[in-house]
Structure formats: structure tokens, C-alpha cells
């Protein structure tokens, strides 16, 4: 049994506002409680802005204006909470507004050629404007995503300053930042920590990136909220923000990549009744090998994936509570690279007479069929997203539970194509409790505890890393105090992870005994 402990203390970090002087909270007063409303002009022609997107990224609460500009929401949690106000070609605005008393939110929009004031949820107390996190966070916003010609969800964010990409193949990449990765980096899946064997680098992150909205990416060791594992950094994928109260939504998306002739489908359906908000998701990818100048086509390189995520649950004036749900399931060629002698070409295992013999590959690789060695990689989660109003001054109690089962089949066999040889089976079930105080007179404080307990084991005939139990706990809590235009941040985690390995010994034939 292996146990360590460690207690992380992060010095106090600076943040610097370009604006200097960080405004007051703004009042929301309105005839209804926990009713806030509001309209938005122009700041240089004072007419209407239809359809801006106004969010309250904490309390997954959003609305967009009418013709007239207007805005309302009828049930908001009462205290301080970052409202984000979007449009295109529009500076962004994020106010701390007091929801509880005040006047109506009027705001006017500057035109901009670039956006700026976008707000972070990602390793801080509460939603923040980017400007304004002392940890230091980058985003990777929609537009980005589809700018960029990926084929998966790392490989899109990988032209990110500081970020790289460990990759053997179309569908694997892991992530590195600043150099380190595997389990030096935390990936989450719109906050909750991913779980999948880290450490391999045969297979990638079993998230859809159809699913992204956005990423937020913290470089270096900057967050104490997600436990001692984010020695490198932190990547949250985050979903799309909530649609407007009484909407019911629809979306289609397409694409096709020449190069590998990757087709991707995605559909998305999503509402706001009373109160009860919905998102569903279905997703298919299919990919033939990719070419390159020096092979043509490689020999194995495709991939295959559909995918179904998404959430339901209520929103209401003492926060929100959603349950949560995703499946990932990929088959994906893997590579070997052996070549014929004579003629350079692939060469690939065939079964000829109960035999394997090599054989060489031929021109025709048009089609989407995987060859042995391949592996099937599934990912299943489901849990719980929790936010609760405590008091009367917005105190925010926040509860996730995730199950997840991550299965990774390897089948390298010719003459048994469809049994596995390597079968990873890992379980977790992880947590994460967080309590953050009201802001007062600048100062924001959050606690909370985190923790998961895993259960790893062999279901195959090899074997990479022996079974294994573990479970982990870690308390910790973060100080923010905002001085003008000066943020200050520190923090004091300590964490305790318990490993116990089952033995592993092999015969003469490296068969378990």
C-alpha cells in the first residue's frame, strides 16, 4: 500500500485591471423578489440592441433581449453574482450586481473590433472577468473551434500558446501544458474531473467536441480547487450556457475533412420551461486513414465514434440542481508502422491456415474497415451538478458526484480479430463540495473538500500496470481580495491519496500465476 500526503500553499498572486478601479456592485431593484430586468442600447446611437445574450455564468441562469432591447429574469437567487453581457462586435460587459435591491440593469454597449471582458468560472471563487483572475487562464471561445480544422477535442485547442499535444494517431492526443502532462494535467468535463487511464498515451480524452462551448485553460500550478494532480495546469471543457426561459431549441451541425475524409454529425436539442432546462446531444464521426507526403495514406489510421451527452434539470430562485449524463465510444486503428522490405509499403497481420503471416498492403485504402491491432475505448458518466443559496447574501453550496467507467479494449490478435488482449477496466466515483462565502468589501473566500475513490482491473491476457484500489480526499481553501485595480489570491490545500496495488507474477510463458 502506498500512501502520500501533500499540503500545497500558493503564495499570493497579483492581477492587474486595465480599467484600474473595479465598479462598485450594481443594485438590481424590481417589484418581485429575486426579479431582475433591464435594457440594453448602444452607447453611441442609444438604440435598441436586440438580441444580446445576457448570463449569469454561477447560477446557469440566461435570457437574450427582445426587439426593444429589454431583459427580465423572474427568479433569481437573491445576492452578488456576476451578470456577462455578449453581442458580436461589441465590447463584453461583466458587473457584479447585487440581485436582491436596486435599480433596473441599463447598461450600454461600446462597438469593438476584438472582445474583450470575457468571464472565467475555471479555477476561481466566482465568475470573473478574465482580466481580473489572478490565476492565469486563457479561453478558447466557439469561433475558434470551428476555425480550426481538428479531429478531436485536444487537437483543437492544441494551437494555444503554452499548449501541445502528445499524438499517435488521427483520434489520440493528450494534452500538455508547458511541457508536462498525462497526470499532471486535470481535464474537466464542464467542471467535473476526467478519469481514464491519464497515463497512456494510446488513446486520447473521451470528451464529444461537439459538446464544447468553450475551453478554459489555467497554465501552471495556479489552482488549488482541483487537488494536487494539476501540477501542469487545468483544461475545463464547458458546455453552452443556458437558453432563455419558455425556449425550445434545435441545432445541426456537419463537417467533412479531405485529407482523412472524416464525416462528423452532431444534433442538439435544448429548452427552458418553467424552470425545467434540457440539453441532449447525439454525435457520429467516421474517418478512413489519413495521408501524408511520404506514405500516402497510413495504413490503419482510421477511426470511428458516436456519442450522446447532455443534462435536465431545474433552476429556480435557491439555485439549481441538474442531473448529468455521457457515453463515449470510439474504435480506432492503431498504427505499427512495419514495412515490406522490397517495395517500402505497410505490411499487416492475416490469418492464412490458422497461421499469422505478414502481408503487404495495397493501393485500395478508400474504405472506413479497421484492422487488427485496433482498440475500443468507452467512457460512461453519470452525476450530479449542485448549486444552492445559503443566507440571504447569495453564499453559494456547491455538490458534484460523478460515477464513471472507462473501458479500453486492445485487439492485436489476427487469428482471434474480436478478443481482447489488454482490458483496462477503471471505476470511479469522484466528489467535490465547495462552499463560497458572500463577497464582503472586496474579500471573496471558498472552501470545500474534494475526493474520489478508483477501482482499476485486468479483464485480458496482458497486462501494462497491475490492479489497483485508490482512493483520495483533499480540503482546502482560497482567498481573494480585491484592492482597485490590484487582485490578490492565495490558498492552502492539503490532500491524502492511498494506493494498494494487487501482486502481479508471471509463469515461464508470462501468464498470471
Known sequence: MLRTSSILLLASTLAFAAAGQTPPPVAARSRAAGAVSGRLTDAKTGEALPGVNVIFPDLKQGTATDADGRFSFANLPRGRFTVQITSLGYNTISQLVDTG??????????PAATEIGQVV?????????????????????????????????????????????????????????????????????????????????EHGIEIDEFSIDRAEIIKGPGSLLYGSDAMAGVINFLAPDPIAEGHITGQATANYQTNNRQQGYSLQNAGNINGLN??????????????????????????????????????KSWGYSHLTFSTFNQNLGLIEGGRDSLSGRFVRDVAV?????????????????????????NHLRFGTDNSFIVGQNGGRLTLQVNY??????????????????????????????????????????????????????????????????????????????????????????????????????????????
Open 101 to 110: 435591491a436596486g435599480q433596473p440593469l441599463d447598461f450600454q454597449l461600446s
Open 121 to 201: 468560472v475555471t479555477g476561481v471563487s466566482q465568475a470573473t472577468e478574465l482580466r481580473r483572475s489572478p490565476v492565469p487562464t486563457t479561453v478558447v471561445d466557439r469561433t475558434r473551434l470551428n476555425q480550426t480544422s481538428a479531429t478531436n477535442v485536444i487537437d483543437a485547442i492544441a494551437h494555444t500558446p503554452g499548449i501541445s499535444q502528445i499524438t499517435t494517431g488521427a483520434a489520440i492526443s493528450k494534452p500538455v501544458v508547458r511541457g508536462l502532462g498525462y497526470n499532471r494535467v486535470v481535464t474537466l468535463n464542464n467542471g467535473a474531473k476526467q478519469e481514464g487511464q491519464q497515463w497512456g498515451d
Open 278 to 315: 434540457w440539453l441532449v446531444r447525439g454525435t457520429r464521426k467516421v474517418a478512413g486513414d489519413y495521408r501524408n507526403r511520404y506514405d500516402g495514406r497510413v495504413f490503419n489510421s482510421g477511426f470511428n465514434e458516436w456519442d450522446a451527452n447532455g443534462y435536465v434539470g431545474l433552476n
Open 353 to 377: 491456415n490458422g497461421q499469422v503471416e505478414s502481408a503487404v498492403v495495397g493501393d485500395n485504402q478508400s474504405g472506413y474497415t479497421l484492422q487488427v491491432p485496433r482498440q475500443r475505448v
Open 404 to 513: 464513471q467507467q472507462n473501458l479500453r479494449r486492445e485487439f492485436g490478435d489476427a487469428l482471434a480479430p474480436d478478443t481482447p488482449q489488454l482490458y483496462f477496466q477503471l471505476r470511479t466515483v469522484d466528489y467535490a463540495v465547495r462552499y463560497f462565502l458572500p463577497e464582503m468589501s472586496g474579500w471573496n473566500l471558498a472552501v470545500g473538500t474534494t475526493g474520489l475513490r478508483q477501482q482499476n482491473r485486468n479483464l485480458g491476457s496482458e497486462f501494462l500496470i497491475p490492479a489497483y484500489n485508490m482512493s483520495e480526499g483533499g480540503v482546502f481553501g482560497v482567498l481573494k481580495k480585491s484592492l482597485g485595480g490590484l487582485d490578490l489570491s492565495g490558498g492552502l490545500r492539503y490532500d491524502v491519496r492511498r494506493i494498494s496495488a494487487q501482486s502481479l507474477y508471471l509463469n515461464g510463458d508470462e501468464q498470471p500465476t
